[in-house]
Each structure stands twice: as C-alpha cells, then as structure tokens.
C-alpha cells in the first residue's frame, strides 16, 4: 500500500478512471436540466460577404421553437474579448456573439434558434434564410494587406522581438542559409465535441455555465462583465472533459448565447455542437509561413537568425489574441546559443475559422523552422547534423540562461537543462551509430528508408500564481480544492499524490475538486502545462502548512514537541516509531472543531489555503528521432520507430508524462503527415469530416519509445517539476521531415507540413 | 404523437420500452430515452466509433442506426461490461495500463476490445490491431489501448 511519504514519482494507478471506464462520466451531453431547451446555431455559409437580411419567419412558427435570435437581439452584447499581451489595437476585430452586417468565414453564427428538442432546433435552423452578397475573400495570410473594414487593415499587429546586431552578424558571416518554410492548418479535435449548458437559478440569483472547461474563473469574469452581473452571480462548473488540446474552455460565442437565453428565456439552454459544426467553429490553428535566414561560421556556428513569418489567424482575434504568434517569435530560437536573433511576425487576418492554441502552440511550428535551418545549415558544411547541434547547443554550465526575449509577458531564462547530455543519452537509447549501418544496407538493398531528429525547448508552469486548499474533516477525509481545472490529463491524481506525500494519507482517500469557480475563489485553470508546475506547488505548499498545523495541535495533546512528531498512515506518530500511529488525523480534526475548546478565540478547522507564485516559466527540453519508410508506389510515409527523450526535471507520475508524450506523438503525427483544414478557392471548408480530416490510428502509431529524464529539475519551484503536456508533440514535425528528407536522399527537401504522399511521391519520382 | 413509433430495445438485458420518431438515432435512443449516458457521440458520421454498442453480438457505430431499426435487439453497452462491483477485465486492463486519459472514446474502445476477443479468442496481433484502428483516440496516442488489449487477449490464452 501506498500510504505515506514516496508516492511522489510512482506510476500509481489514476483516481479519475473507475467511473470513466463504467461509463458513469459526467461529459457535457450528459448534463441535463428539467425543462431545459436546445439551442441551435445558424451559421454562415459564405466565407466573405454582406449579410443584407435574415428571413427568420418560417423557423419562428415551426411547433416547438420557442425563439429565434439574429445580431439585433443581442446587440447589446459586446464582442468576444481576449487575453491581452503588450500588441495594442487588436480589440475591433473581436467577435460579435452574432454576425453584424458583415459574415468572415464559413461557420460564423447569424442566428441561433431555442426549441423543445435538439431535433426541432435544428429541423427550425434549416428554415432561416439569410440573404448574403459574396465579398472577396483573403485566404492567403501572405498576401498584400487588404481592409477587414474602412480603414482597418488585415495585418493589426506585426510581433517583433530582437537582441545583439543582427545585421552585422550576416556581414561578416562565413556563410548565410535561407529557408522557406510553411506549417498547414490544423487543429487540437478531441474526440467531445464542445457543450454549453446555462441554468438561471433565479432563487440564489446565480447563473450557472456547466461543461465548462480549462480557464473556468477568466470565463466566470468575462461573462459576468459581459451580462452586466457580479461576478459572483456567475458560477461555472466543470464535469469530465473529453480531451482539451487548447481549444477547449475558451469563451466562444455559443457560451454566451446559452448564458444570455436561459436568462432571458427563463429556462435551461442546452447546446451540444456536432462534429461539423466542430470542425467550422472551434479554434483552428498553426497556420504559418516563414521566411528564415541563419549567419553561420566556418564551424557551423549560429552567429544570428533573421525570422519573418505569416500567421494564419482567421476571421477574427480570438481570446488568446496574439499569444501564438508571440510564442512562436519568442521560442525559435530554442536550444542554441544565439549571439542576434530578429523576428517579425506578421498577425494576418483572413476568411478562415479563427484560430488560437493548439498544444504546444508557436513551438510545433517553430522547432519545424529552426530544426528544418539545422539541417540545412549542415548539410552546406557537410557536418553531421549531430555534430552540428553539439556545436551549437547552450551548455550546462551556461544555465541558467538568459534570453533578452519575452514569451507570455515573462522574461525567457532557460532555467536549468543538460541538452548535450540529453542528446546523448538519446542517441544510446535508439542504437544511432548500428541504426545508421542498418539504414544503409536497406537503402543498398533498395528500400527508401531514412532517420532524422529534431532538438527543442518547451516552456512549462506560466504563473503568475494558484491557490489551493486543503481540508481534512472530522473522519479523516481529505479534500482538496484547486483553481486548476482538468482537461483529462490526470490532474487530481497528480494533485493527490503530491498532497498524500506529505500528509502522510493515502492517495486515494484525497477528493480532488477542480473546475468550480463557487469553490475557490481565484484560479488560472489547466494549460500552458502549468498545472503540476503551479497547482502542484500551491499544494505542496498547502499540505505543509496541514501538516504543521496538525502537529502543533497533536503534541501538546501527545505531551511531545512538534519536531518529534510525523505524519503517516493517516496518523500522527513519533518520528522514531512511524509505524506506531498515536492520534489520528480524524482525531486531531475533531480537537481542531468549531465545538473544541483547543480553537476558542481561533478560526476552527484542519484547513489551509496556500499560494504559490512565479514570475517566469520553467523550460523543459528534449529530443525527437523518427525513423521512416517511403512507399515507392504511394509516396506513403510509414514511421517504423520513434523515440522522444524528454527532461521533465521531476515526473510526479512516470506513467502519465509517458501517457502525455504518446499522445502528443500521435497528435504530432497527424500534424506532420495527414491533418490539415483546406479551403477551396472562394473558401469553402473542405475538411468539415472524419472522413476528409484525418487523424491517426492505431494503424499509423510507431513503435515507440519514451525516455522521461529528471537531470534538471526546475529551480523554480519546490518540488523540481517542469509541465509534461507539451514534449510529445512539439518536435514531430521536425524529426519526421528530417527522416524524410534522409530517406530521399535530397537534405532540405521537405519545405512543408503535412508531408503529403503526392509531395513525397514527386520527390521519390522527379 | 402520431408520428412516434414504440419499440422496446433490450438494453444490457432490460427492455426498455419508448416512442421515438423514425429519424431518432440509436445513439439518441440509448442516451437520451433510455437514460444510458456511457456511450458517447463522437462524430455523428460513423468515423470515430466513440458510439460503438453491441448489437446482438455485433459491434455497430449507434449514431448510424435508427432507433426503430433496432427494436426488440439485444444491445450491449459500457454499462453492462461489470458484474456489480467487479469490473469486467477489459475495464481493469484499460486502468491498469492507463489506456484512458480523458475517458470520452473509452466506451466505444471497450466494447471494440470486448467484442474482438468475444469473436476470436485467439485472434493474431495483425488483426487485433487493425480491429482497433476503427476507432479513434485523441488522447493517448493508442499505446497503452494496444498494450491493455494484449493483455487481456494474452489472459484469455493463458
């Protein structure tokens, strides 16, 4: 049994599983409300256009439709708002909840209907006719800037970030390389499509959002400003959430129309978007063209990058504003040692599904670019491209490391890191050196097989701060409350180990409660791979403050001193005789009681709320090394082999960060060779199906291999750890389009994500 | 409701009788009128397999099957898989190899899983695998679904 001290960095089992595995779940769909109604939404089917009037008369009078809305019913609403980052000017292209006059891509809410059924709703949403006239689209993020309105351009913002003298750096160059590079559009689709269900509890004067999901108390303040509540009136609950990726727990428009409906219809709204829907309304993202030069030396060394890049952002500024585009400037420059570095990026808007994060958002893209100028930079000087990232990587003893660069509004100071160190252990791992020999004696016998690897630096733990609170009752029960929020990671596992290591209880008797802004007051929710780094460190800090408490309480009552005391087995025991428990936890609440005499004068409860704090994001790192075969016949690329080896400074629980790496791989892969929304040329959505998006199967997944280091752990926080979500997927892109291009034989010749089987086939046949 | 028709559908051995109209899913049905919540939708287009019951035996997608259509049917689904408190094997493998993260396409992978290993006891890896590529997962990137599966078929060998 693992009751005490040492669960932290065991596999132990997952608290979440037992009802998800019974199909007792608690997913958005699942939520109902007696006499709740379905909303549906109406949405443009032009890309670009004028929308002169909506006929909504035969949807009004269908038997079960309740109310139909356009932009005029809720003109009162103010646009969709978003996390600001120091660009100005972006706010008049936010989203109206309902399109205004104008429809910007194919998907755009113009009408909502309420009725008795999700069945009649959408029976009625079919009946209103919208009268649009087509307007040229823009669907080329390089194109010229045009108007998104009179006097309003399509570029609002170009992020650019710079240090050293980057223009000296290429004069006196040995050499100069220069790549251009392009990103498809593409997405983080879980398997839940989104749901929104709003309840006006008009007893309490509360207005409830449930199946919400990753930023709960954000979404609760916005929502709040924006229906002219209190914030306090505004609870958002969170049950099971079926896969986040960063698309998910946004504010969308169709949150707030629920929210909006049930208080002005009187009853629950229900609304439960379809995969179609899914694929035209939720956050797109990725989309990025680059232009990217490198100054070298004579040994391959960086002397400067010069980066200018295209973001895709579609239609319109979502809630991350131009955080993608940002941490794409800030994290190019990854792992090497870079004496300049300039950056322009150019934040597009175009006649696309508007676009945000998608997990490990600008660092895909950019470890792309930059491991893609790696290769490049090697095969000019023809070096190995091992020997060519040794040359460059920042030491060790070089850490921690300043970067003059901003990511997220947080200064970049690599925190701690063994790159070299890792990449060697990494190429142990895969057997390199036998694995080149055996890749050349395929490749004499005919076979188009090929290795490559891709390097990257992931950024993890973006505070600025989370509280959680732990309470342990008169029965012993520990429950513990987090501003965090769960995106099916595994977060109350992970949170209930690191508080059972202290408290001495075993882990699973800790209730984890998340997602639930009536239960905490604060909270910065689950992403950026932040939970275990900040929540789990509030807890840490949480469980010593019980733990103290507990034993103050106890000794006095065990006539011993504090520091001779220790928790364990849920009880209180003397530190040379653990296994002997004197007073239990459940008896040291009960002294702690609002009845005990032991709290006169005192505020009663085992409880304590505790916060931790971090003003700059740790960075955890690894490495990527595919090995590929190409179909002669197809141009098919099949990934025999993968390895990530990925430095987490501390794993709370080895089998979920292998669990996030593997997923994050098969998300990779969908990136790298088959995932991508296209658009016809006037913009219509080609990819609206499973059938038309692919997302990989069994049948495409590798063999894989997951190698989870700790030699750097965080000195940024208590426990060691760096956030896990993000390293599985990050350096995909990279490593596959290097194997592809060693299978080929031709350095440099893949320019372009998703590696398509007619691109490769071209090139297996120019 | 003159349009409804009444059909009882067989649901882990309990009839329940309902009226549906002809256009209402089996998945809708299952859901929805029968108050069986475990099996989820996915994509609505018969892709993800997230909706994936056993249908007299059968694996079927439930989004692509009209309730009607399935009157007076055997149906399995997630929560017919344990004995009371005793998971089913399929479930404490999917636990125990931390086949699930997020839990919404792990109904759909239990009853594929199941009823693979129902079929054939002894069926090869080759076509295990490519039984199981007909649903997808977003989370887990299949792994650990593979390496749960194989345990349990490797249990039923033994």
């Known amino acids: 049994m693992l009751t005490q001290a040492g669960v932290i960095g065991r596999s132990v089992p997952r608290l979440e599983d037992a009802p998800l595995v019974r199909g007792n779940g608690l997913f958005a769909a699942d939520v109902n409300f007696p006499r709740q109604l379905a909303m549906r939404v109406v949405r443009s089917q032009v890309a670009h256009g004028t929308l002169r009037t909506i006929d909504i008369a035969a949807a009004q009078v269908l038997p079960g439709v309740i109310a139909v809305w356009t932009h005029a019913d809720v003109a009162d609403i103010p646009p969709i708002p978003f996390r600001a980052t120091k660009l100005q000017g972006l706010e008049p292209y936010c989203q109206p909840i309902l399109a205004n006059r104008r429809v910007r891509y194919v998907g755009e809410p113009i009408a909502v209907v309420f009725a008795e059924t999700a069945y009649i709703a959408e029976d009625a949403a079919d009946l209103v006719l919208p009268e649009i006239d087509d307007l040229p689209v823009v669907l080329d993020a390089k194109a010229p800037p045009s108007d998104f309105a009179p006097g309003m351009s399509t570029e609002p913002a170009v992020v650019r970030k710079e240090f050293g003298d980057v223009d000296a750096a290429f004069a006196a160059a040995f050499d100069t390389i220069t790549l251009d590079l392009s990103v498809g559009r593409h997405s983080g689709v879980p398997l839940e499509c989104r749901g929104a269900i709003a309840r006006y509890d008009a007893a309490q004067d509360v207005l409830e959002l449930h199946g919400t999901a990753k930023k709960q108390h954000w979404n609760r303040d916005e929502i709040a400003r924006l229906l002219n509540r209190p914030p306090h009136g505004v609870h958002l609950f969170e049950g099971h959430v079926g896969g986040g990726f960063g698309v998910r727990g946004e504010l969308y428009p169709e949150d707030l129309l629920v929210c909006l409906a049930a208080l002005r219809l009187g009853r629950p709204v229900k609304w439960i978007e379809d995969r179609r829907e899914h694929m035209l309304a939720t956050n797109h993202s990725r989309e990025q063209q680059h232009q990217v030069r490198a100054a070298i030396d004579a040994d391959g060394r960086l002397l400067a990058i010069d980066a200018v890049f295209w973001h895709d952002q579609g239609a319109y500024v979502r809630t991350h504003g131009a955080r993608v585009a940002d941490l794409a400037a800030a994290m190019l420059p990854g792992p090497y040692r870079l004496p300049a570095y300039r950056v322009a990026g150019h934040f597009r808007l175009t006649n696309k599904t508007p676009a945000a994060t998608y997990r490990a958002p600008g660092r895909f893209e950019t470890t792309f670019v930059r491991e893609r100028l790696m290769d490049a930079i090697a095969a000019r000087l023809n070096l190995s491209p091992i020997e060519l990232r040794r040359r460059n990587l920042i030491a060790s003893a070089e850490m921690p490391h300043p970067r003059p660069l901003d990511a997220l509004g947080t200064d970049v100071v690599l925190d701690s890191g063994d790159y070299a160190g890792l990449l060697d252990r990494a190429l142990v791992r895969i057997g390199w050196n036998a694995l080149q020999t055996t890749l050349q004696r395929r490749r004499a016998a005919g076979e188009r097989v090929g290795a490559g690897l891709g390097f990257f630096v992931e950024k993890s733990g973006l505070g600025p701060s989370d509280g959680v609170r732990i309470s342990i009752d008169h029965t012993g029960g520990v429950e513990l409350v987090s501003g965090a929020a769960s995106v099916g990671q595994g977060v109350e596992t992970v949170l209930a180990q690191i508080a059972a290591d202290t408290l001495g209880v075993e882990y699973r008797r800790i209730r984890v409660v998340r997602g639930r802004t009536d239960r905490i007051e604060f909270g910065n929710g689950a992403h950026a791979s932040r939970v275990t780094v900040m929540s789990g460190s509030a807890t840490h800090l949480a469980a010593q403050a019980i733990r103290a408490m507990a034993l103050a309480t106890a000794a006095p009552l065990l006539q011993a001193r504090p520091e001779e005391l220790t928790l364990a087995n849920g009880h209180v025991a003397r530190l040379d005789a653990a296994g002997i428990g004197l007073m239990s936890l459940a008896e040291v609440a009960r002294h702690m009681g609002p009845g005990s005499k032991l709290m006169i004068g005192r505020t009663p409860g085992l409880t304590a709320e505790r916060w931790f704090y971090s003003d700059h994001m740790t960075y955890p790192y690894g490495v990527h090394i595919a090995v590929v075969r190409l179909d002669e016949g197809t141009g098919q690329v099949r990934v025999e082999r993968y390895l990530v080896a990925y430095d987490v400074g501390r794993a709370v629980n080895p089998m979920l960060v292998e669990g996030q790496i593997a997923g994050g791989v098969a998300q990779g892969l969908g990136g790298a060779l088959f995932e991508e929304f296209r658009y016809d040329a006037t913009g219509q959505p080609l990819s609206t199906t499973f059938a038309d998006y692919l997302i990989p199967t069994v049948s495409e997944i590798p063999e894989l291999d997951v190698l989870i280091t700790e030699d750097a752990p965080s000195p940024l926080n208590p426990l060691g750890v760096k956030g896990a979500g993000e390293g599985g997927i990050n350096g995909v892109g990279a490593a596959i389009a290097a194997a592809v291009d060693d299978a080929l034989g031709r350095p440099g010749a893949i320019t372009a994500l998703p590696i398509l089987p007619t691109t490769v086939h071209g090139l297996l046949h120019a | ?158």
Do not use: K, W
Request: aromatic letters at 4%; proline letters at 4%.
């Open chain 2, 1 to 158: 409701m003159p349009d409804h028709h009444t059909i009882t559908l067989l649901l882990n051995g309990i009839p329940h009788t309902i009226a549906v109209e002809p256009r209402r899913t089996l998945i809708d049905a299952i859901r929805e009128d029968c108050g069986a919540t475990g099996t989820h939708t996915g994509c609505e287009h018969g892709v993800c397999g997230a909706c994936t019951v056993l249908l007299d035996g059968e694996p079927i997608r439930s989004c692509l099957m009209f309730a009607v259509q399935a009157d007076n049917r055997q149906i399995r689904t997630v929560e017919g898989l344990a004995d009371g408190a005793t998971l089913h094997r399929m479930q404490q493998a999917f636990i125990d190899h931390h086949a699930l993260q997020c839990g919404y396409c792990t109904p759909g992978f239990l009853m594929l899983a199941v009823s693979l290993l129902e079929a054939n006891p002894n069926i090869t890896d080759d076509a295990l695998r490519d039984g199981l590529s007909s649903n997808l997962c977003r989370c887990t990137g299949y792994v650990n679904i593979l390496r749960a599966v194989r345990a349990v078929a490797a249990e039923l060998r033994a």
